[in-house]
């Protein structure tokens, strides 16, 4: 069990699901959360710097 760094709700998963450098979405804030390391289970936030304009109306 592991916690959002960016709004500490709690992330439901088991720690032998997930593999270092798996992504997943928080399901509190959709941050976008990056397992950096699994023993303790720690996750980052990913940083989306060069969006791309997939939605250009
Ligand atoms: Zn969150």
Do not use: F
């Amino acid at each position: 069990m592991a916690h959002c760094p960016e709004c500490e709700a709690v992330i439901d998963m088991e720690d032998d699901e997930v593999e270092e450098g798996e992504k997943l979405d928080c399901h509190e804030c959709g941050a976008e959360l990056e397992v950096v390391s699994t023993n303790p289970l720690e996750l980052r936030v990913v940083l989306d710097e060069d969006e791309e304009e997939e939605e250009d109306w």
